[in-house]
């Protein structure tokens, strides 16, 4: 009987192992770098633009698993707060973290990786329906951090209409690709793995 998929493992660890603290320092700063790097992709709306972000996140914890993912996450935040410009549209420093009106969405990033990595490591990356579920349980951890962080200052009605409902489309769009892609990466891992 194989059992090389029976142990909690995402596709990552699968592909790498095994995964030292070398390698893992490795992938915690290229995905810090991806998520940086996916900021850059702006569309402004009116207080909350829309970005690669999200997408990077969600991707982040899903291929690393909840340590490493939030690890990444939280690499990118102290990368942006130190300074460097990794935020949406080159936005950096520690009150952009802190004080700004996308700081909800900030600050819920290792969150929502440790969530959808953590529901990875237990198989949900290998379906498309469930990594689409577990894609959207993470992106949801984002939007309601968002939500409730922009409604102290605006309102809920106006946080809902400016900070939630313009994403909705777009996330959904997200998750069907990063949920379409896991699946297609353990088939591919399983043939290679059977020559």
């Known amino acids: ?15 790498l192992a095994p995964l030292d603290w070398i390698r893992s320092l490795a992938l915690v700063v290229a995905f810090s770098l991806l998520t940086a790097l996916a900021a850059q992709v702006v569309i402004p709306l009116s207080l909350v633009p829309i970005t690669g972000q999200t997408f990077a996140v969600l991707l982040t914890g899903a291929l ?27 936005g950096s420093g520690v009150g952009h973290l802190l004080f700004s009106p996308t700081s909800g969405y900030l600050l ?68 069907v690709l990063a949920a379409a892609v896991l699946p297609s990466g353990w088939m591919l891992l399983r043939r290679k793995r059977r020559v």
């Open 64 to 90: 690393l698993g909840p340590r490493l993912g939030a690890l990444a996450m939280f690499a990118y935040l102290i990368e942006g707060a130190s300074g460097l410009p990794f935020f949406a549209a080159g």
């Open 1 to 15: 009987m194989n059992t090389s998929y029976a142990k909690a493992e995402t596709l990552t660890s699968a592909v």
């Open 108 to 175: 819920s990033y290792p969150v929502a990786a440790f969530v959808v990595g953590l529901l990875a490591g237990r198989g949900w990356d290998r379906r498309f329906i469930t990594a689409a579920a577990a894609m959207g349980l993470g992106s949801l951890v984002i939007l309601l951090s968002g939500w409730a962080w922009l409604a102290r200052f605006t309102g809920a009605a106006f946080a809902w209409d400016h900070g939630v409902a313009p994403f909705l489309i777009g996330d959904a769009i997200k998750i």
